[in-house]
Nanobody, 130 residues
Framework: QVQLVESGGGSVQPGDALRLSCVAS???????????IGWFRQAPGREREGISSISKTSSRAVYADSVQSRFTISRDNAEKTVYLQMNSLKPEDTAIYYC????????????????????WGQGTQVTVSS
């Protein structure tokens, strides 16, 4: 059973930056380099939204419009870790952030829909406030 653990959240001021990490473990058979990874977030009173996804080979990354040009997703398969660099944070970025994983056949697969993912982390809180 693949396990995902997020870290790096915290309380920051508008304009600050944070880097979230998602460490994967528990692989039996295929390692992280066979999985597409996504980052999601859920703000209070709102549905969980997909904000970024990276293909298993890092050949493709996609972003939601709300974070495009401010957030960058990356991965280090050898370290079994996926990152989300978040710059120019805004109060509306306040949410619990989750990473998710799904085994993917194609090198370029990316997904921003919850239903496409099989494994989920427990989340890390990000609060942006002055």
């Amino acid at each position: 059973q693949v396990q995902l653990v997020e870290s790096g959240g915290g309380s920051v001021q508008p304009g600050d930056a944070l880097r979230l990490s998602c460490v994967a473990s528990g692989f039996t058979g295929f390692s992280l380099d066979h999985y597409t990874i996504g980052w999601f977030r859920q703000a209070p009173g709102r549905e969980r939204e997909g904000i970024s996804s990276i293909s298993k080979t890092s050949s493709r990354a996609v972003y939601a419009d709300s974070v495009q040009s401010r957030f960058t997703i990356s991965r280090d398969n050898a370290e079994k870790t996926v990152y989300l660099q978040m710059n120019s944070l805004k109060p509306e970025d306040t949410a619990i952030y989750y990473c998710a994983a799904v085994w993917s056949a194609r090198a370029s697969d990316t997904f921003l829909s919850e239903s496409d993912y099989r494994f989920w982390g427990q989340g890390t809180q990000v609060t942006v406030s002055s």
